[in-house]
């Protein structure tokens, strides 16, 4: 059964950073995209970030461009989210998912696999 367990999230002081990792076991994803959302206490899941099939596109939402890298290794079956800068309003628990597609999308419904979730939070 394919699974993603996402991993490196914590508490950091504004300014600081953090990397997390979405492993994939159980199948290979690197034929899709993958994407990372978040989710704020009291909020609605928002897109963060997605690349695509073979790492040469990404995409990121606007509040973290320029301080976010979304990264992937197929040959490790597994892709990072690199925060840097982080400020309070980032903190949520981020979620990895893999795509329907190659394609890098935002739509969250167009993800078939979801992690479980690692907290991130960054205190003022």
């Known amino acids: 059964q394919a699974q993603l367990v996402e991993s490196g999230g914590g508490l950091v002081q504004a300014g600081g950073s953090l990397r997390l990792s979405c492993a994939a076991s159980?199948?290979?994803?690197?034929?899709?995209?993958m994407g990372w959302f978040r989710q704020a206490p009291g909020k609605e899941r928002e897109y963060v970030a997605s690349i695509n099939w073979s790492g040469g596109l990404t995409y990121y939402t606007d509040s973290v461009k320029g301080r976010f890298t979304i990264s992937r290794d197929n040959a490790k079956n597994t892709v990072y989210l690199q925060m840097n800068t982080l400020k309070p309003e980032d903190t949520a628990v981020y979620y990895c998912?893999?795509?329907?597609?190659?394609?890098?999308?935002?739509?969250?419904?167009?993800?078939?696999?979801w992690g479980q979730g690692t907290q991130v939070t960054v205190s003022s």
């Open positions: 998912a893999a795509g329907q597609t190659s394609y890098s999308v935002a739509n969250a419904r167009l993800y078939d696999y």
């Open positions: 159980g199948r290979t994803f690197s034929n899709h995209a």
